[in-house]
């Protein structure tokens, strides 16, 4: 099976080029104004409105107030929605588009239950988890914790970079792989070697 990767935190028509070219399933765009990758309507719908065919484009929200999804929804080509905050799986899927829901990886988290619990979702996205932090943290968890017949519902996130993410792919066998802070110059902004690099380790971690 070939595992999907989405490039997340896009800020800049010229990462979203370098992301498709290199391959990438998914883009992924932060609508979350505390994030340093947060991006605003008009900027995102520029960069989606000159995407190639068949790229995701996934809109990554924290908490936000129904209106503003719906703004967003309304005036970008979002083909999914990504809620990283506390939403209920009846809010998560209340907004007309395929949805997933990612989970940060907290001690004592049952993701047995919480795959029953939001099993509306189109997968579930998992993170680290940092007091105070949604997401973005750069940092990694114990892959082991996943059970393996979950793993076709998995979008493995958290700290993963060029270096690890064969690893990943290996030991876990996810549907997709998410990375941001992992292929980034600065805060927002892609480095496109280290795209490529990624890329190859997900080929590499398949094989």
Known sequence: MRTRVKICGITRLEDAQAATEAGAD???FVFYPPSPR???????????????????????FVDAEREQIAEVVRKVQIDLIQFHGDESPEFCASHERPWIKAIRMKE????RRLGEDYRGASGLLLDAYKPGVPGGTGERFDWDRIPPEMAGRIILAGGLNPENVASAVRSVRPWAVDVSGGVEASKGIKDHQKIEQFMRGVELGEK
């Not at 900027?43 to 065919?53: E, F």
């Not at 004592?108 to 993701?111: C, E, K, N, T």
């Open 26 to 28: 998914a883009l992924g």
């Open 38 to 60: 947060n991006t605003d309507i008009e900027q995102a719908r520029r960069i989606v409105a000159q995407l190639p065919p068949f790229v995701t484009t996934v809109a990554l």
């Open 108 to 111: 004592r988290v049952d993701l």
